[in-house]
């Protein structure tokens, strides 16, 4: 069982940044493959950035390539989500998920863990 509590989130001027934090409970948190997702209103969540049991393997949607960062600490159970360069169609609540699938997942399906959220707007 892991529990996800997100962070960080906030109100912020187009191209600003932001880091987000998701603090996770339990010891075998290094078991779990981990991601990034977002929902704007009116549209479906979609993926942002998923990072490997180790770290060593990260992938990014298109949309935030090259502005993004996600990063884990596996001794602080925490993994971060570095936002630059933000832009108002970045404007979504912000899901933290954790999924003991073997691999790099994309799909939000596999991922039986999740948090709370936590709300990104970026202003124009």
């Known amino acids: 069982q892991v529990q996800l509590v997100e962070s960080g989130g906030g109100l912020v001027q187009a191209g600003g940044s932001l880091r987000l934090s998701c603090a996770a409970s339990g010891r075998t948190f290094s078991r779990y493959g981990l991601g990034w997702f977002r929902q704007a209103p009116g549209k479906e969540r979609e993926f942002v950035a998923t990072?490997?049991?180790?770290?060593?393997?990260?992938v990014y949607a298109d949309s935030v390539k090259g502005r993004f960062t996600i990063s884990r600490d596996n001794a602080k159970n925490t993994v971060y989500l570095q936002m630059n360069s933000l832009k108002p169609e970045d404007t979504a609540v912000y899901y933290c998920?954790?999924?003991?699938?073997?691999?790099?997942?994309?799909?939000?399906?596999?991922?039986?863990?999740w948090g709370q959220g936590t709300q990104v707007t970026v202003s124009s």
């Open positions: 990072i490997s049991r180790s770290g060593d393997s990260t």
């Open positions: 998920a954790a999924t003991a699938a073997v691999g790099i997942i994309i799909s939000p399906t596999p991922y039986g863990y």
